[in-house]
């Protein structure tokens, strides 16, 4: 399908019922704070977009959504990058190759603001670089969903645009984790990262129910020094029977401080009715203050009761609805109240926004004011109906590999029967994840092996000129892309070469990821670097282990290792 801009006015309300989608994902596109040097410079790339394999790593998320069975996407980006992003997507999400999706691309500053920013926006140095497009501030993620809260219809899913997980985590089983579980308002995935990350990324320190799956608590560890301070609710709820919503019991807790956050959130509506309660300068990161929040509601009674009203909304039950419409059963005595239930989300029409104040939503024509609603839960939680909401998570760890059997054919070892690398959940938000994550594609290169890298093109189809010299050497773990050439006597190994670049004569790469554009001058020797578009290498310069921006160039003679640069720097 091309990419479909949904118009708001309604144009794709009108469904099939056997299209009915009970979650909605919604992908965030932030500006790639952590991935100097490819964020600054000139022609800077959207995160989205950052080649892996020599494709836009958005691709993975949005073919890992789309294989989980959810067709209707929110795609949330900088307004720097709405248009890179959608030729993207009009090129590559067609009305052909997927019809049933619909792609709806939002900028930031697309959602609805509330009176107190249009006004900050609108008075001193904001106005100015509103004016001449300039963004002073970086939008928080539960900001930018409280924002655009009304394009969000049903329950739904967060992720990141940065995400490559591994084969054993579908998006179909983290969705069918939720729906198992009625009492669940958060579905979050935590993750034991790849070595070579490990370091680079913030680390938490989580309690967790393995029993349940239940998470208690989710912290930074760096807020952690000598002592760790906690409520006497949490250590309660360890120990004493369940007495009310907020109160389960959890004899046996596993603390870990090895799980990441991947950023992958399955979620009611109704916690979008809760970020609607909040003032806009009071809301910033899902990931470091609304989850923490949920976390600590699912134990902490005085939290647990004043969100539930939003959160676990009372609803009529619609058995007990039908059953008083039968000709057959016993009809209740007359003014008995309908039973109610909470299970999940409901729809955005039954259910409106919550204010500061007391109001009187009104569901299914049946009024309600949030007092009544609290007594009703409460009655109905003293009655041990389960009428609560926790949090639970899905821990992404590799499974206990096996020792293979490793054969020996003529006193050599058969590499094909060896130990295969563990597959781990990835992250590009950061170098050391993006490394890790062109890394696992070129195992996943030489494990499928034998692969032909020379691509194929018009000039060598006629027989007029070669891209690639006979001469040179590629290995069957590179890739090159469309376009590239590569000169005599040229040495490749373990290698990610973009479309249409320039690897001169002798010139050595080992190790290496070469964007769109990239030239390699002559006898220039090069290991495990990568090199953004438009860069060039000089005639026999040395580089190693660095990264450089779009449009750097490395003079010839160069000796250049451990570095970081971009356009305009010299080492």
């Not at 964020?39 to 958005?58: D, F, H, M, Q, R």
Request: charged share 25%; glycine share 6%; with cysteine.
């Amino acid at each position: 399908m091309a990419v479909r801009m949904i118009d708001p006015s309604g144009v794709h309300t009108k469904r099939r019922a056997n299209d009915y989608q009970d979650f909605m994902a919604v992908i965030l596109v932030g500006y790639g704070e952590n991935l100097y040097p490819f964020n600054e410079g000139t022609n800077v790339v959207s995160k989205a977009l950052l080649p892996v394999g020599n494709v836009p790593i958005i691709s993975h998320v949005l073919d890992w959504v789309l294989d989980g069975g959810i067709m209707d996407i929110l795609l949330i980006v900088p307004p720097v990058f709405h248009s890179s992003i959608s030729n993207y997507l009009a090129e590559n999400y067609t009305n052909a190759t997927h019809p049933r999706a619909r792609i709806d691309l939002k900028r930031h500053t697309d959602g609805e603001k509330e009176e107190d920013e249009i006004r900050s926006e609108g008075s001193g140095r904001a106005a100015l670089d509103n004016a001449v497009g300039i963004t002073t501030e970086r939008e928080g993620t539960a900001r930018l969903l409280k924002r655009f809260r009304h394009h969000i219809k049903n329950d739904f899913v967060l992720l990141p645009c940065d995400l490559s997980p591994p084969s054993y985590l579908t998006l179909a089983s983290v969705l069918d984790k939720h729906r198992a579980s009625p009492s669940a308002v958060l579905t979050a995935v935590l993750y034991e990262p790849a070595e070579p990350v490990r370091e680079s990324e913030e680390k938490l320190f989580v309690a967790i129910d393995r029993e349940s799956d239940e998470v208690l608590l989710i912290q930074p560890l760096e807020a952690i020094e000598d002592e760790l301070e906690t409520r006497m609710a949490l250590i309660d709820s360890c120990v004493r029977p369940p007495t009310s919503c907020t109160d389960s019991r959890h004899p046996l807790l596993s603390l870990s401080s090895r799980l990441l956050d991947a950023h992958v959130y399955v979620c009611r509506r109704t916690v979008l009715d809760l970020l609607a309660t909040r003032r806009p300068k009071d809301l910033d990161s899902m990931k470091e203050q609304v989850i923490p929040w949920l976390v600590k509601g699912g134990w902490q009674r005085g939290l647990g009761e004043r969100w539930a009203p939003i959160l676990a909304p009372a609803r009529r039950d619609p058995f007990a609805d039908a059953l008083s419409r039968s000709t057959t059963a016993s009809q209740p005595p007359f003014g008995t109240k309908h039973a109610v239930f909470s299970i999940s989300s409901p729809s955005s029409d039954q259910t409106p926004l919550p204010r500061t104040g007391n109001v009187s939503p009104i569901t299914d024509g049946m009024e309600m004011s949030l007092d009544d609603i609290s007594k009703e839960q409460t009655s109905s939680r003293k009655l041990g109906s389960g009428a609560y909401w926790r949090c639970q998570v899905i821990v992404a760890a590799p499974p206990a590999p096996t020792e293979p059997v490793v054969a020996v054919k003529g006193g050599k070892v058969d590499k094909s029967k060896l130990k295969a690398e563990a597959d781990y959940l990835i992250r590009a938000n950061s170098l050391a994840g993006y490394w890790e994550m062109n890394r696992r594609f070129l195992r996943t290169l030489a494990a499928n092996a034998p692969v032909t890298p020379r691509p194929q093109s018009a000039a060598e189809d006629s027989g007029t000129s070669a891209l690639i010299s006979s001469s040179a050497q590629i290995s069957p773990d590179s890739l090159l892309g469309e376009g590239t050439r590569v000169g005599d006597r040229a040495s490749i190994k373990k290698c990610i070469i973009g479309r249409h670049c320039v690897i001169g004569r002798g010139a050595k790469l080992t190790g290496c990821v070469l964007w769109d554009f990239v030239t390699v001058e002559e006898n220039a020797r090069i290991e495990n670097t990568i090199l953004c578009s438009y860069v060039r290498v000089g005639e026999k310069a040395q580089v190693k282990d660095c990264e450089f921006g779009t449009g750097f160039e490395a003079k010839p003679g160069a000796i250049l290792k451990g570095e970081r640069l971009v356009v305009g720097q010299e080492a």
